[in-house]
């Protein structure tokens, strides 16, 4: 069995970032983890109709995958697909924005979200909206980087430190969550700036498949 | 130009419905209005990867109508498509469910959704919650009836009227929404028997669609 | 028949301006659109005695326009009178504060109000709460100008952008509202320099009234 | 310097209970209190054109009460002028309705509210969303019962046991408001059948008046 | 290094009770799993006192226990001590209601509460609040059994199946957690009477602290 | 009978503090006010330990002082033991937060708090979000003062005043709260320098105290 992990976007890169960032949990995981990338998902997902649009394609992979599905983790903050995978599965389906805001629910009374641009910020509201949560929500504050300009570490770290201590400072956080698959680099980094606890939101959903694997035992024995 | 309304479902039968409910405002739009059917949507929208599915076609066929539009309406209760069809649109575009809250919320303090089965449920209460309304929400109670069901108009006036009554009350709506397209021929008995506004979301839709039409011209004039 | 806007203070020159603005929706109206001014209100409407006081003699001049109303809008952004108002009559009564966070809502995630002055924000906070939709708002603040003041439009075009931009940055508000019936004139502009839809009062109001006008022919045909 | 209660509607009688429900703390108050009845309010205050037609009047007679006012109470569960007397006055100002709701949060996490017929309960509801405390309401129902009714001490004492059960055992309520002015001679027999403790309005009020003109002292001294 | 959970009563056969329901997961954890019982507390924790009271000698047990601690579990539905042991505390903390909470949320969208008796359901309800998740509460009910009256299965399991089917009937919960630790036999009948997912708060939090044993991985590779 | 302020930490000058500060209320009370210092408290209420810690310690306290009791007030703004103490009491209990917040709530729409530093602000949106009544919070911001440099006026005032002006201008408050009991005697400087309503929390429960104890009255006449 395995839990397979899904980049809905078609860039093998992010599919093998995600892989790093998560592969020093495989030791402590009761089963393999798995990194896909959807071969018909965009090179990015940046608008609604991406959010949308890849849904069809990440139901069909994830349906091939399902003879030794643990779980699925959907790795784009946008959850795609979410509640449609939820539906057509039987075993764990994560997200790892959900995820990443449970999690940080535990660290925290407040979290502020760093974007890379405003675009994605209303999705975002409308998600913490229908999760329930938007009392739990700092702040939600975009980076204004694109997702090429990540690679410079310097002019990122530096951003990223800039708006984590806005968020910690004017807005109440104290706990970040970095609204990006592609900010795993610098997560420690940016716990070390500011004293707050940082969460990537794929090591988050991986961290909560490990255990609702663990939880499955107790459905079965 | 013209309000296009798009029924993301592939029965007619259900676009000929919301054309006769919607039919009486004709005379006081500025534009006509013209219903149409999605051929490449599933018979009936009732799960999750249905909303989803059919955001494609959707963008499609809205992209094909474009010339002429005035306005869009989206004819499903899960307005599937909404955001991205405002990502692309530049007219107004226009979802049932939310046209519905949004009218309920200037006629009563509190509104009770009537819902065809309990699978919709959480559907309506995610975007509830998306929208932040959550507070003006009474209940959402499922009927328990299926959409083939709705065509015996003894048997479902009965159970509109008796959930209707449970929600005015047990829940304290003052206000009444029917959570489909397909009940706009018992909104007005659903009225009378209840004592209190019933929204039909279709109409409510087309209504707001009607005023969106007359604001745009303070864009232009 | 006739959609009704009744201007609650005594000012002929704000009703003038309300006129204005809405008067390029007249051709798109299925009815004619009236504006009168309420002889008995004070020249503005500046505090909450002034938004009490007004009612009586508001539902009074409602009164006297009912043979030929369809549709009633009270034109102040602190609805004065809109529970009383609805509860005396049978046809839909519009209040331009209610109508522009409708509209909004449906404009973007979260509305910034652009308010004259800090005294009103406070009552528009327990409007916005009685409404359920606090969780809709970026932030409400205050422009520091008179009403007189706006007649000076280099100045209160540079102020509304200037406030306008800090709602949009500082606050995430991804629609703007006007909240006061005098800014209509600048409403485009303030667009332009934002980049952000910008909600007139008034313009909402008219609107949803030429909306509801239309689907009242639901409850007779 | 007096604490003036201020019943706003013309009906001495009620003015009578409410002075005989908050007489047991004279002996406990620093000032004297004294209840007044607004000559030119409605009978009874029902609808919404009541709440706002009496603020004028009442404005005018808390202004001739002035002189020695060491606070207001204004008495009514609709808090009429409340925001608007808050204005005119440097001294405090009490509602029965907000006074109430703030003791029950100091009394239990949930409370429930018994109203006299379905019409003011959306009015109350408005009324907390604008005090920003829905989370705290566990359920608001109507006893069905005329003012003239509440008289008939058996049938009220039934009604209001059998509602305030249903608020305790099915909505969850640990607290009971009764929504009147007039029920205060039955409060402790709804304790003693509920076990719940409940709170009367205007002894909330009046209770909350001598908090504050103690607390007065410390802006002098 | 060891996931210990802490039963802060000092009643053995809880413990054993939850050592038997989390049994399960032993395979599936990187960490072996302790169950403690906490000699000082009460034999069970029924009152606001207890609760209290119980947090110093677990801040004492806790810290007797750190040099093999890869994380705590806070065993207790009141999660008592939770705040001081995450501040005393460099390795994860999880509270048992917190954990059930945060399981619920991504296993469905309102969450029924079946708790023993009244008296925890206030407690209950300000913790949702504190947690921000008020909206995601669809109801909590007390079964209205004593901690002794779980061991008579037949009744407890009728008693169960009847609060469930009245959460998810009349309250709208798709998903129900069991208050309270001593539930775990029964969880699955229970979710085969209702059809709902049912959460075990011991389980739920044994399943988030493997999971966060796994993250933690990610601090030091 | 004797309103017993009891000062959760050890350090006399601080219940010397709370003495001064609400002495000028004792004219006005129809009990004597009695401040008591916990011996067995920490010098000062700093962690989540110390609020936890002090509980037992205070009830017993408060049990020795139940011959004369008339109503407590615990005197440190985390509230330790609040609702241990309601349990175990016939009389009011009030907290000095629960307080002043409601008092808060009857002065202005939003409050603004001054924290000492940032540790405890995550616990004050816990406790907020506890009671409810996070939409009535404009923002809760950190003075960076330590409770010694609270002594040195100048700075202390200046720093309040710079803080209250933020809240008031950049978060919208209308009424401020010092978050700590050390603050009264700069409360109407703070009042004076930025034009808002300055809540002391022990001024405000111990006026809530005798509103409380005069209530009484009317359970026993």
């Known amino acids: 069995m395995t839990i397979h992990v899904i980049n809905p976007n ?7 970032g995600i892989d790093a960032a998560i592969a020093p949990m495989r030791d402590r995981s009761p089963v393999p983890i798995a990194c896909h990338t959807l071969a018909e998902g965009p090179p990015g997902i940046e608008t609604q109709a991406h959010v ?11 349906d091939s995958l399902k003879p030794d599905a643990s779980a699925y983790v959907v790795a784009c903050f946008s959850d795609p697909g979410l509640a449609a995978l939820r539906e057509a599965s039987r ?45 739990r929500l700092a702040a939600d504050l975009p980076l204004g980087l694109g997702v090429l300009e990540l690679a410079e570490a310097d002019t990122t770290l530096a951003r990223l430190t800039e708006v984590g201590k806005t968020l910690r400072d004017h807005h109440g956080a104290d706990v970040l969550i970095t609204g990006c698959a592609g900010m795993a680099p610098y997560r420690r980094h940016l716990e070390q700036a500011t004293g707050l606890p940082v969460v990537d939101p794929c090591q988050a959903a991986v961290s909560a498949a490990i255990g609702r694997v663990a939880l499955a035992a107790c459905d079965t024995n």
């Open 10 to 16: 078609s860039t093998q890169q992010v599919t093998d």
């Open 91 to 135: 075993v764990p389906v994560l997200g790892i924005a959900e995820s990443a805001y449970l999690l940080a629910m535990a660290l925290g009374q407040r979290f502020g979200i760093l974007s890379l641009g405003r675009a994605s910020i209303q999705r975002h509201i409308r998600y913490l909206g229908a999760l329930g949560i938007m009392d």
């Open 52 to 62: 949308d649009g890849v849904v069809g394609p990440l139901l069909t992979l994830a």
